[in-house]
């Protein structure tokens, strides 16, 4: 048990699971050794067979909470929402006070669409444990689904309150109370919030394009400027840094040359579902260049892309080089992954030796990969491709988890 618990410890998936295998074999009613063998398992991202070990678990001490809350996760992982609450529950009968179970199961409520069972679930996570700082997060995520705004915005601001500058989710919060703030149109409030986000957070050209809308609707033009010119430094494809650079460069011009009275400019506005699809994008180009770069070198672009997204990557950068010269804009020599899009991105993924040496590891499995793809891209990319600007409440939240789900796995 000692030695496979080091060598997972280590990411040496094999090793651990041939030890826990040993030790099950010296001892077949040992709880530990069942439920380390299924996290092995979920680790390397084998869940048929992570269950049924977590299962034996379960049958070996039916009182132990561990097991049923791994169960719980793994199926919330792979998007079996129902049966990752039924573990949460059975979990929750053992031990009804346990904040983080309460927690787990609220978030998972909250992406079903229960949002009062959820905030219910949070609440009572807080009640037992008030010092957390994502407690307070998951809490303000609920009261905004529901509509409650200003209950939301106050769990944001405990979330700060509470979070050291070591956490690492500190900029989430940050960016959650921001896009509150957005959403109610308090751009004076927004704006210190879209900036800390910029500071702490990824680097992401949703983030600049939500500070330049703020600046703009204050009426602080020249900033917005500056702020979608660095969204497009970012994501050099990014159509509403683009498009509005373009609205106000050309505005400006006219004003140059003819002052008139109502100088008011009409930009597009990022929707939720845009800047969502956007988000998630832009995660995975830096992903995928990251991971390929440490496995395959500098070459990796060359070895491991396929050929027709090479020369259509190569053509959209010619095109924007063309067209950033003739609007005399500054030009950069960004990595071609930048112009890549969704679909582009998935087939990047699945390519056989890029999912086999390099991605299976992040996903439970191909089918799995590929529903999501199919799902976020049934959602929205065909909408926004035709400048439909609409989407139901019950789209724009499953689009928000299934990227999210790609996005979580990632991360970790």
Known sequence: ?????????????????????????????????????????????????????????????????????????????????????????????????????????????????????????????????????????????????????????????????????????????????AREYSDKELYDESIEQWKQTIKLGPKYASFHNSLAEAFFKLGFQDKALAEYEQATKIDPTNEIALHNIKQITNAQTQLKKKPVKNNTIQIRVASKAYRIINNFENELRLFIRKKLEEKYGEKWWMQQIPNAIQIKCADRKKEEIEDRRKWGREIYDLHPIFYSDFMMLREIIEKADNYRDVFSRFFTSKTFLQSRFEEIHAIIRKPIAHNRNTISSEDLRLLKYYSEDILRRIRE
């Not at 030695?3 to 040993?22: P, V």
């Not at 978030?107 to 229960?114: C, P, R, S």
């Open 1 to 177: 048990m000692n030695i496979g618990t080091d060598h997972a410890k280590r990411k040496e998936s094999n090793l651990a699971i041939s030890y826990f295998k040993k030790a099950i074999a010296l001892d077949p009613l040992n709880y530990y050794a069942y439920t380390n063998l299924g996290h092995a398992y979920h680790d390397k991202g084998i869940e048929k067979q992570a269950i049924p070990n977590y299962e034996k678990a379960i049958r070996t001490d039916p009182q132990r909470i561990d097991a049923y809350e791994l169960l719980g996760t793994l199926y919330a992982d792979k998007g079996s929402l129902d049966q990752a609450i039924e573990n949460y529950e059975k979990a929750q009968k053992i031990n009804p006070r346990d904040p983080f179970l309460l927690h787990n199961t609220g978030n998972i409520l909250l992406k079903q669409g229960f949002n009062d069972q959820a905030i219910k679930n949070l609440e009572k996570a807080i009640d037992l444990e008030p010092n957390i700082a994502f407690f307070h997060d998951s809490l303000g995520l609920a009261y905004s689904e529901k509509g409650l705004s200003e209950k939301a915005i106050d769990q944001y601001k405990k979330a700060l309150e509470l979070a050291t500058d070591s956490d690492p989710n500190k900029w989430q919060y940050h960016f959650d109370l």
